[in-house]
Nanobody, 123 residues
Framework: QVQLVESGGGLVQAGGSLRLSCAAS????????VGWFRQTPGKEREFVAA????????YYADSVRGRFTISRDNAKNTVYLQMNSLRPEDTAVYYC????????????????WGQGTQVTVSS
């Protein structure tokens, strides 16, 4: 069992940066793939980025590639999402999720979810 808690969201102007954190409990967290997703009202949860268990393989949505960076520190049981050059269209609730298998952009293939953190980018 893995519990996930996101933090680091907030209000930022377009062009600014935020770093989200996903803190996990559970001894086996270092063996899990972790993904970041985002969701706005009335829309399906959207894949943002994923990282494999040891952090040497990452995967990004086209909309964020080159602006966002996913990383992890297994000693701290934490995954990060560094978000630079933020745009108003990045506004959403951001969720982290974990699964035991290979990285995937499909939200329904993740087993554990955090409660989400709001990111708002003003123009």
């Amino acid at each position: 069992q893995v519990q996930l808690v996101e933090s680091g969201g907030g209000l930022v102007q377009a062009g600014g940066s935020l770093r989200l954190s996903c803190a996990a409990s559970g001894r086996t967290f270092s063996s899990y793939t972790v993904g970041w997703f985002r969701q706005t009202p009335g829309k399906e949860r959207e894949f943002v980025a994923a990282i494999n268990w040891c952090g040497d393989n990452t995967y990004y949505a086209d909309s964020v590639r080159g602006r966002f960076t996913i990383s992890r520190d297994n000693a701290k049981n934490t995954v990060y999402l560094q978000m630079n050059s933020l745009r108003p269209e990045d506004t959403a609730v951001y969720y982290c999720a974990a699964r035991a298998g290979w990285r995937t952009p499909r939200f329904y293939e993740y087993d554990y979810w955090g409660q989400g953190t709001q990111v708002t980018v003003s123009s």
